[in-house]
């Protein structure tokens, strides 16, 4: 279209001054430079259009400004060329296709033409700044380099504060010449110095060490300087805010281009932890040591990966009869040579079970002692070593010959003790099997005296007598009684028994004694109607042991208690309770072992065998039941309680 109309038109001026300097000077600038009318009819365009266009700027004049951008780019200009009509000055980018079909980058103005108020036209102006785009683009481009750079090395930097941190060092930088120094976050931290002030000089660092470790530190930065050598060395140090502790300090020398040594850089690694660790571990392997020695226990440890023993102390090797030459022993050869044929499966088992550090292993068996081929008994106990590279194992032991030899001793003593013992009890049993034989037609001929004699004094006599037959008929039952007890022969009845009829029947047996005694006898009795399972005479058996005990152990005008309740728990408690002298605290742990006996008193007659307490509480458990004993302090005196179930659970 811009063809056909610059062709079927004649050619116009392009202004006043066509031929004139100053359009001259215009053609010349690298922008394009054009005049269109409030018509948007071009009448003046410089020779950059020929440029971009490929159409001469003189060409252009009375074309309309749609022809020459196309109906695109002309409805993307529009918005801006009606603001210029306007009296709006205006400035956008646009992307113009040469002739070349090459995009450009444009920056267009539209500046108003304003003549007594009214927009004439407007100058349009367009420069190419693809160049300066292509330049914006490398510098972003430089930019975000520097920027990624300047990251990447903060990054850096807080990466190696915070390993610094972590590592708890610090490093520092020493120019000699100017004594000055740079020091990094955290040995400011080390020292209790502010970050924010700068470090001290050289010599004002002598505040932080012990005069000793200052000479050796100056001597090593000295031997530094004259030879270029680096030091390590660790110091004592006491920091501004009042610490102390120990550091790790290192350093070396730095040169520069004519190979002068120019400054010293190092670290300064805080220590004080690792130190106290250390010292402490040190201490516990003396503790070891002297525990061991004390025990005297020997060590050793088992690496599986070499297949090695090692025996880690003296008193090892002795027990075992090796010598110091062979503290490291192959385990299978050691193994085979040590341990008794029948037990080497034991350890082998034992160490293979040791996979964990929850697994232990405490084993008791036979070696030969290399040095005399000995047959000795230890004791080897072993765990899981986490800190052992190929799950090793570490373990003591101990030579047990001694303890072995004298347990077995003392089992022969015990055993020897326990049939002592059970011959005693057969001997009693069997006693007292014999004397009820004897006492039978001692008490029936005793009471055919009292029904054929008249005489007061001789029935007096045999009162006395039969009281005396009856006590010993019953101590001979408790003896025979016993017997069956330990050897678990008595048989119980499992009847419904009334408690409160156990303690009449009890109380009707006894009280003629308690009379004798002189002791007030009070009964009280539960209203409640407490049933029982079990067996009716080996209660009132039981209950008549521990009312014969409050009586022998009552001083005379004493007084007894005897009652029945119902406990919290819903058993029945039968309760008897004394006046007497109460049960010595050393005695109570055992008051219901067989033989133990009370002190013997002098108003007591009868001190007894030490059997009563024993069958109360065998015949209560075998009722399910339980006995306590204890002492009351207002009054003074026993009391004992027995529980018994209901049998209604």
């Known amino acids: 279209m811009l063809e056909q109309t610059l062709a079927g038109k004649k050619s116009m001026p392009c202004l006043a001054i066509a031929n004139g300097f100053p359009l001259r000077v215009l053609d010349q600038v690298s922008s394009m430079l054009a005049y269109w009318d409030k018509d948007l009819t071009c009448k003046y365009a410089n020779c950059a259009y020929g440029q971009w266009f490929g159409i001469d700027g003189k060409d252009l004049v009375g074309v309309h400004i749609s022809e020459l951008l196309g109906p695109k780019i ?22 113009i296709p040469g002739p070349d079909g090459v995009l450009r980058n444009s920056l267009a103005r539209y500046h108003p033409d304003i003549s007594d108020g009214i927009v004439q036209g407007f100058v349009v102006e367009v420069t190419d700044v693809g160049p300066i785009k292509v330049l914006e683009a490398a510098l ?80 090593a930065i000295f031997s530094t300087l004259a030879h270029g050598l680096p030091y390590e060395m660790q110091l004592e140090f006491f ?16 040169r520069g281009t004519d190979e002068l040594i120019t400054s010293l850089f190092g670290t300064v690694q805080d220590i004080t932890l690792t130190k106290r660790q250390s010292a402490a571990l040190q201490n516990q392997a003396q503790r070891l040591e002297l525990a061991l020695a004390a025990g005297d226990i020997g060590s050793w440890e088992w690496d599986r990966g070499s297949g090695n023993i090692v025996w880690e102390n003296q008193r090892a090797l002795d027990i075992l009869g090796i010598e110091n030459s062979r503290r490291i022993s192959d385990a299978k050869s050691a193994l085979t ?23 232990r292993m405490h084993l008791k068996i036979r070696i030969f002692r290399c040095s005399d081929h000995a047959m000795r008994w230890v004791e080897v106990t072993a765990k899981y070593n986490p800190s052992s590279l190929h799950k090793g194992v570490v373990g003591t032991i101990s030579d047990i010959s001694d303890q072995i030899k004298a347990y077995e001793a003392m089992s022969g003593m015990i055993q020897s003790l326990k049939q002592a013992e059970s011959n005693k009890t057969d001997f009693l ?33 045999s009162a006395l007598v039969m009281r005396q037959v009856a006590d010993l008929t019953r101590l001979v039952d408790d003896v025979y ?169």
């Not at 990251?151 to 520092?172: F, K, V």
């Not at 040995?187 to 470790?213: H, K, M, S, V, W």
């Not at 029904?451 to 006599?461: C, G």
Request: net charge negative.
């Open 429 to 461: 049993a069997t006693l007292g099997h014999e004397l009820k034989n004897f006492l039978a037609p001692i008490s029936v001929g005793v009471q055919t005296l009292s029904i054929l004699s008249q005489d007061s004094e001789r029935a007096r006599v």
């Open 337 to 359: 040579e040590l341990i008794h044929v029948d037990d080497v499966a034991l350890i082998y088992d034992g160490i293979a079970s040791l996979q964990s550090e929850q697994h």
């Open 239 to 254: 920091a501004a805010d009042g610490r102390s502790g120990w550091i790790e300090v290192k350093g070396q020398a730095q």
């Open 481 to 649: 009684d016993v017997r069956r007890l330990s050897h678990g022969q008595i048989s119980l009845e499992h009847n419904q028994v009334d408690v409160n009829l156990v303690v009449r029947d009890a109380v009707e047996l006894i009280k003629s004694a308690i009379a004798r005694a002189g002791h007030t006898l009070h009964v009280e009795l539960d209203a409640s109607d407490l049933q029982v399972v079990g067996d009716r005479v080996r209660l009132i058996q039981a209950l008549l042991n521990l009312l014969n005990n409050a009586c022998k152990f009552t001083p005379s005008g004493g007084r007894i208690d005897v009652s029945t309740s119902v406990a919290d728990c819903g058993h029945v408690t039968l309760t008897v309770a004394d006046t007497g002298i109460g049960i010595p605290s050393h005695l109570m742990p055992a008051i219901f072992d067989l033989y133990v006996q009370g002190i013997p008193t002098t108003y007591s007659c009868l001190h007894g065998l030490g059997i009563g307490l024993y069958l109360v509480k065998g015949i209560v458990e075998l009722h399910g039941g339980t006995v306590t004993a204890r002492n009351r302090s207002e009054p003074a005196g026993a009391i004992f309680i027995i529980e018994l179930p209901t049998g209604r659970d």
């Open 140 to 219: 972003r481009e430089e930019i975000g380099m520097k920027e990624r750079a300047l990251r990447l090395l903060e990054n850096r930097q807080r990466a190696l504060e915070t390993a610094q941190e972590m590592g708890n060092i610090g490093s520092w930088l020493w120019e000699v010449e100017s004594d000055v120094s740079t020091w990094s976050t955290q040995l400011y931290r080390i020292f209790g110095l502010n970050p924010l002030e700068l470090p001290p000089p050289l010599a004002d660092c002598q505040r932080f060490y012990t005069p000793a470790g200052w000479t050796a530190l100056q001597a």
């Open 74 to 95: 002309f409805a993307l200009n529009s918005p801006f060329i009606l603001g210029a009509l306007a009296g709006q000055p205006q400035t956008f980018e646009r992307l």
